[in-house]
């Protein structure tokens, strides 16, 4: 059974930073990109940033560009989302979920073929 779980959210400040999780189980993410995807209230479900875990390749919303960033760790199966200067209106849930698309559809919530549940991140001082 695949099981994606995210962690690391909770409360930070504006221009604070926090560091998100999503570990992996019934899976490896060799092979795949995992892709971060955040949702708002009342909004769709929109993306933030992916990383290719064979090859490294990582893109990122343009909104995101310069303050996130993508890690891993290989011997956890970890996919880490580092984000810096966080602004009140990236309060959102945030996802994360694999794929095997190719770069430019990356974006393509409908693309990905497993989610986690996700965790929730708010930004308010």
């Known amino acids: 059974q695949v099981q994606l779980v995210e962690s690391g959210g909770g409360l930070v400040q504006p221009g604070g930073s926090q560091r998100l999780s999503c570990a992996a189980s019934g899976l490896t993410f060799s092979g795949y990109t995992v892709g971060w995807f955040r949702q708002a209230p009342g909004k769709e479900r929109e993306y933030v940033a992916a990383?290719?875990?064979?090859?490294?390749?990582?893109d990122y919303a343009d909104s995101v560009k310069g303050r996130f960033a993508i890690s891993r760790d290989i011997t956890k199966n970890t996919v880490y989302l580092q984000m810096n200067s966080l602004k009140p209106e990236e309060r959102a849930r945030y996802y994360c979920?694999?794929?095997?698309?190719?770069?430019?559809?990356?974006?393509?919530?409908?693309?990905?073929?497993?989610w986690g549940q996700g965790t929730q991140v708010n930004v308010s001082s």
């Open positions: 979920g694999v794929t095997r698309a190719v770069r430019s559809n990356w974006f393509d919530r409908s693309k990905y073929y497993y």
């Open positions: 990383f290719r875990w064979s090859g490294g390749g990582t």
